[in-house]
């Protein structure tokens, strides 16, 4: 007989057996996702400082979580990183299967057992927080790889990333923070926020800074007093919700990271510790940073689900902290080099150029450009018709009032286009507004265009009478959301293609396709010795078809792929000592 506490293994993918319903990947460009999202954003960004959930977590208990006895037999301790994973099922799912295995063998290394712990490291949903997402694409999903855990469940710890914080953290605290077991996988944190103690004199701190703001009061004290425990000569793993290293090192804005510079200083400098990795998702790939001439990195593994972005044009070079930073008595500046991206480079050209699918890979932004055209094809009409068509002349206020509609749609259009360009703070310079105007131009200058040859149609080519009238409205009403709203949406396309090699708009060029491939999370491991290695696994081809495994074992996950999922390393295990070289010369 069935466990109350544990459902029945489901016979097939439908809803009523899973208990949740599988999700495609999320169609950035589509009207109604860039709207809601669009909105929610504002809202979060306006009114988040005023209904921080942050400043109330205070009340609640600030425990440090300690796993230092927790080694195997060895004398090893195992723990995973994932980032970036509630988006399509096929993707989230393969991730989560991998994760849920008790061990993987992967070439080249032997079996590297499953994490002790998992830490989810921001974005655990998308397109934006809500109680059914979270049970559609993490919740759910991560249940149905691991139902029940052999022996000592896995711990689950998470931190918010900006799609967690659009309703203001308010599901993500009622999943996660309410010690409440996802399958096989218990929760135990309390606040958005958490600290580690790992063995071998190693720690995890993972930092809520909602949206790149500061470290509230209450967050800083917590972490205050986590940090007591801390020794000279202690390694600190610190998890950030974005890799606030890439803008900041590479001469970008500096805010982000003078946030973690500022913690650095306040929290772990002072005890003799040192920050020895940094971790983070939020882009969707894999970049290592490695420090030149020393050991420490700054790593981002956001591949844990969610569509794929660029790596092509990342920074090759580092200098943390940057010069412009604000903060007072920062540390001394450390160059950093990019060892290994993924995908690599030429590969993530060769999907950046496939930008030009869009119109099929997003209908409904087809259908959104189709519209745009639509109303600025008519506004230029109703002007040039009011213009060349009458016999008297209209005058000056004539002629603002027959041109009004354009020059409204054309506003919106160049308000609209470089906003669009500016939508990474980080790169909304002077070029970025050169490219939101042109960008707007171009899309006036096609309706323009089109409206003159609409006027030629009619008064050269189309026959008068009844099927002249009759003509126009078809071509205009049908042929120009078709016709030139395809046109519209291929230039969106050249216009990222282009823009992006110069840094603008580089996520909406991959957002764009929501590319499903190319996955993958951290496994780490603290040895006997003390040293902390980091195995980057990496998933090139995803699962696509599932099937139930109603006769499996209760630990077993509830789905099966159609073909094997074959994982392998990313890069050779990267060693990371628990104190730097000058000071293990000492």
């Not at 996660?176 to 103690?197: K, L, M, N, P």
């Not at 801390?230 to 946030?259: F, K, M, N």
């Not at 392998?568 to 293990?584: D, H």
Request: aromatic share 10%; net charge neutral.
């Amino acid at each position: 007989m069935t466990a109350p506490d544990r459902p029945p293994r489901p016979r097939d993918m439908s809803e009523d057996q899973l208990g949740f319903c599988p999700q495609p990947a999320v169609r950035w460009l589509a009207p109604k996702v860039l709207i809601s999202t669009g909105v929610q954003s504002l809202i979060a960004s306006i009114f988040g400082s005023y209904a921080d959930k942050r400043e109330l977590q205070g009340s609640l208990p600030s425990e440090v979580h300690r796993f230092s006895q927790g080694t195997d037999e060895a004398g090893e301790f195992w723990f995973d990183f994932v980032a970036d994973l509630g988006d399509g099922f096929d993707a989230t799912f393969s991730v989560a299967s991998l994760l849920a295995a008790e061990s993987l063998d992967l070439p080249g290394v032997g079996p590297l057992p499953r994490g002790r712990l998992l830490v989810m490291g921001g974005d655990e949903v998308y397109p934006s927080a809500s109680t059914r997402a979270y049970e559609d694409r993490t919740k759910g999903v991560y249940k149905a790889a691991l139902p029940v855990a052999r022996g000592e469940a896995p711990t689950l710890f998470a931190l918010p990333g900006n799609h967690d914080w659009y309703d203001g953290l308010t599901s993500f605290l009622r999943v996660f923070a309410q010690q409440r077991a996802i399958g096989g996988w218990q929760t135990a944190q309390r606040r958005s926020y958490f600290a580690v103690e790992l063995p071998r004199r190693w720690w995890l701190f993972a930092i809520d800074t909602q949206f790149d703001d500061y470290v509230d009061s209450p967050q800083l004290e917590y972490f205050r007093a986590a940090a007591e425990g801390l020794r000279p000569g202690d390694g600190v793993i610190l998890c950030t919700p974005t890799p606030v290293w890439v803008d900041a090192g590479s001469g970008r804005e500096p805010g982000g990271y003078d946030t973690v510079e500022f913690f650095d200083r306040e929290v772990v400098r002072p005890h003799g510790a040192e920050i020895r990795v940094m971790l983070s998702g939020d882009k969707h790939h894999y970049a290592r940073y490695a420090e030149d001439g020393g050991d420490r990195q700054r790593i981002t593994a956001g591949h844990g689900g969610a569509y794929l972005t660029a790596t092509h044009a990342l920074p090759a070079h580092l200098r943390l902290p940057p010069p412009q930073s604000r903060v007072r008595e920062k540390a001394a500046p450390v160059d950093f080099s990019l060892a290994t991206r993924y995908p690599r480079r030429l590969t993530s050209e060769r999907f950046a150029a496939g930008i030009f699918r869009l119109p099929w890979r997003n209908p409904g932004f087809w259908g959104l450009t189709g519209a745009l055209q639509t109303a600025m094809t008519l506004a230029v009409l109703y002007g040039l018709v009011e213009t060349l068509g009458t016999q008297r002349q209209k005058g000056f206020f004539g002629l603002v009032a027959s041109w009004t509609p354009a020059l409204i749609v054309a506003v919106v259009l160049l308000l609209g286009g470089t906003a669009f360009a500016k939508i990474e703070r980080s790169h909304g310079g002077h070029t970025a507004t050169v490219a939101g105007v042109l960008h707007a131009l171009a899309h006036i200058g096609l309706s323009t265009a089109w409206a003159f040859v609409v006027i030629w149609l009619y008064t050269r080519v189309l026959p008068d009478g009844p099927v002249e009238d009759w003509a126009t409205l078809v071509i205009v009403l049908v042929g120009t959301p078709v016709v030139i709203g395809l046109l519209d949406a291929e230039l969106v396309a050249l216009y990222l293609m282009v823009v992006s090699r110069f840094g603008i708009n580089l996520n909406e060029v991959m957002a764009g396709q929501s590319i499903e491939t190319h996955k993958g999370f951290l496994r780490l491991r603290i040895d006997a010795g003390g040293a902390l290695t980091i195995h980057p696994v990496r998933l090139d081809r995803i699962g696509r078809r599932w099937s139930a495994n109603p006769g499996g074992a209760e630990h077993e996950p509830w789905l099966l792929p159609a073909r094997p999922l074959r994982p392998e390393l990313i890069e050779p295990p990267v060693t990371v000592p628990r104190v730097s070289a000058p000071e293990r010369a000492r």
